[in-house]
Each structure stands twice: as structure tokens, then as C-alpha cells.
């Protein structure tokens, strides 16, 4: 059977981790400034979008991870893993 989500039932394996990467960035970003951060680096995202990856609600392609990989300053293996 095709599986497109994660064992939890959401659409990605990183939201968690986008979360708490974030939140342990020294300046502290809001979901919209983290946003900006992304726009920042042609990732066009709003705050709405952050919102659904970090609940799980959200596909995230390849080419987004590896934006928000940069922006976090993390690897792709440390936002996929569990």
C-alpha cells in the first residue's frame, strides 16, 4: 500500500523539528519572522504556511527543506529524523 505520511498520521517528518530548531535560534523568531527569513532566501512561505509544517498539517517538498535546512542552520538528516 502507497504511504504518504508519517507513522503519527501527519504530512511530514520535519514539522516538529522546523519547531524546535526555530525556537532555539539566539534571536527567538516568530513563525512570521521566520517566514521572512525564508522569503529573505527566495522560499515563498507565510506565516500561515509555518504554522501547517510545524503541526504536520503541511506537506514540505525537497526544495523547501532544503531552504529551511539553511535558514535553521541544521542539516536535512537533523529535521527528518526521529
Avoid at 67 to 75: D, E, Q, W
Wanted: hydrophobic residues 35%; glycine residues 4%.
Amino acid at each position: 500500500m502507497y504511504k504518504n505520511k508519517a507513522d503519527d498520521g501527519s504530512n511530514n517528518l520535519c514539522g516538529r523539528k522546523v519547531k524546535l530548531f526555530r525556537e532555539r535560534m539566539a534571536t527567538h523568531p516568530s513563525q512570521k519572522e521566520f517566514s521572512d527569513m525564508l522569503q529573505i532566501e527566495g522560499l515563498d512561505v507565510d506565516k500561515n504556511a509555518i504554522q501547517r509544517i510545524e503541526s504536520g498539517k503541511r506537506f514540505v517538498t525537497d526544495i523547501e527543506l532544503k531552504t529551511i535546512a539553511k535558514v535553521l542552520h541544521a542539516s536535512y538528516s537533523e529535521l527528518l529524523d526521529e
